[in-house]
């Protein structure tokens, strides 16, 4: 195409050198990303010996493979608490997700398709609070669900990971555009009740930005720390981020044998990660549109 | 707005099924029917606002509001706790130590992010797909496990450090001595960060119409040209969100620094940040009211400074358009 408007030969070749050059970038960039993923990969298949003084050095296998004996102590050590903890973790992941979720595009629905008294304010408000450090409530929270005899309950966790405002955000802008308002008229004409219209005109509809939030809110739990572990006191509630946090601290004050609960730290992370990196790389063609959502505005 | 624009324009297929009906009463009657059932809709995320978000920030200044002393039991002190906090050296070090870490923090993960996405936009190469995935991966990482993986590849006994440093004759540094543990935190959370800010960068660029870059081609502008004068302006409203995200993420940094510390011998002090130093004076001292004051004083901090930002950005952004 550029040809047709600079003439000459050589116009040509930049363009060539270029794609080069953009692939040695993208090359760098994904080993500076996957380095701590490959060292942890290798490094789970090694057992103390190799972890400390391995053959092939801290960036490759060692010479004796010992990943199924990892794994046996990973899921027996102490009782099988990392089981339990991947258990818990999935269970606050999943309904902290889906209710987070529901809330928000049950609200989104609601900003973006009625009308009513208090609508803007409260749209402002909810605007604002998204730049509330979520952080910072937690030991407010903390105080508050202490008086109701409500910490060191999984609902200490699952309930405050509902509240995602940025989630119902997304879910206005995506369904102010992705519903016509014409096909929510048509179906009120036909004599269908409002939910019976959200539910079988505006779902079908929404579908990827519902997956997106699902997948960010599932993600956001998952991986939160600062809330489990101001809430729970008890290990068999934590998840694993938690546990694996107490675990690290054990062995750096050397509590519990020393370099056995080094590998199984190693381990455990690794097979923490797992369930995560499924759903991202299955979901793909979902996430990566909808994460533009919000930048629409 | 969206809304009221299209209900003032007139809508074919209604104006057929009912030609003789006066729109205006119609169309009252329908709004306050559907006003209660948007208050439904809004009705379950409202209770989760209010009992997790409004309750805890007034509790939060409630209860900073009073001083537990051992021998006075809990008395009412007024501002007394955020005078003390804003001239108390390990909060204003703490906050300081965020300010500092978010100004180099954020333009180097934007100038990774965005480098990235421009990079991407470019190509359809199967390579360029599976970086995009690769580049993305730490965000499904919890931060917890993110920050361990780093650690473990500082230390000089796990690390590959110093093996590479050896063949060069010289010693590897460690990256969360007293002088590194700031370089160390950067590289955590950039690794951490850049890929999920790039996602959403290329996305706005997958958004933006072709179709200019070619009338720009045709105008003589180059290959860079296009990318600094059409692509990162219109981009610009993504780039603000990400600033604003990395702001209020950073400001309240914990997670890394709380699972370092262990490791670090000590160069990760109880007062490193203030969500650090309030999680303590909370739990290990039990220090509830001005814990609570820490939080609110973080919270105002946080609120101000993305206030700031944002006013800034607003008029540099309309200048861009």
Known sequence: ?297 | MATTGQTAMPKPPREVADPGRPQRSGRRKKTGRRSVVGWLFIAPFGVVFLAFLVAPLAYAFYLSLFSKGLATGTTFTGIGNYVRAFTDPDFLGGIWFVLRFSIVLIPLQMAVSLAAALVLDNLTTRLAKFSRLMIFMPYAIPAVIGALMWGFLYSPTFGPLEGIFSLFNAKAPFLLSQDNVFYGLLNVVTWQWAGYYMIIIYAALQGIDPSIYEAARIDGANARQVALRIKVPMVSSALVLILVFALIGTLQFFTEPQVLAPIANGTITPTFTPNIYAFNLAFSYAQFNYASAISFALGIVVFIVVYVFMFFTRKRGSVLR
Do not use: C
Not at chain 1, 128 to 141: D, E, K
Not at chain 1, 215 to 224: E, Q, R
């Open chain 1, 1 to 297: 195409m550029s040809e047709s408007v600079t003439p000459g030969v050589h116009v040509r070749q930049p363009p060539n050198r270029r794609h080069v050059m953009a692939h040695l970038f993208l090359v760098a960039l994904v080993l500076y990303f996957l380095v701590p993923i490959w060292w942890l990969v290798v490094a789970s298949t090694k057992d103390a010996h190799g972890l400390f003084s391995g053959t092939g050095g801290a960036l490759w296998f060692d010479q004796n493979l010992n990943v199924i004996a990892n794994l046996k102590e990973l899921f027996t050590y102490n009782g099988g608490e990392y089981a339990r903890w991947l258990g818990n973790s999935a269970l606050y992941a999943l309904s902290g997700g889906v209710g987070a979720t529901v809330l928000a595009v049950t609200a989104g629905y609601g900003f973006a398709k009625h009308r009513f008294r208090g609508r803007n304010l409260l749209f402002a408000l909810l605007l604002g609070s998204v730049m509330v450090p979520l952080t910072a409530l937690v030991i407010p929270t903390f105080v508050l669900l202490s008086n109701l005899g409500l910490t060191d309950t999984i609902w200490a966790v699952i309930l405050p990971s509902l509240l995602n405002p940025f989630g119902v955000y997304l879910m206005r802008v995506y369904t102010a555009d992705a519903v016509p308002d014409e096909l929510l008229d048509a179906a009120r004409v036909d004599g269908a009740g409002e939910f019976r219209i959200f539910l079988q005109v505006a779902v079908p509809l929404l579908r990827p930005a519902i997956v997106t939030v699902l997948l960010l809110s599932i993600v956001a739990t998952w991986n939160n720390y600062f809330l489990p572990l101001a809430m729970l006191s008890t290990s068999d509630k934590y998840p694993v981020t938690v546990g694996i946090g107490l675990w690290s601290q054990l062995a750096s004050s050397n509590n519990s044998g020393g370099h056995s609960l080094w590998s199984l730290i190693i381990i455990g992370s690794l097979v923490s990660i797992i369930p995560l990196i499924i759903a991202f790389v299955s979901l793909q063609k979902y996430w990566q549109g909808g994460l533009s959502l919000g930048s629409i505005d």
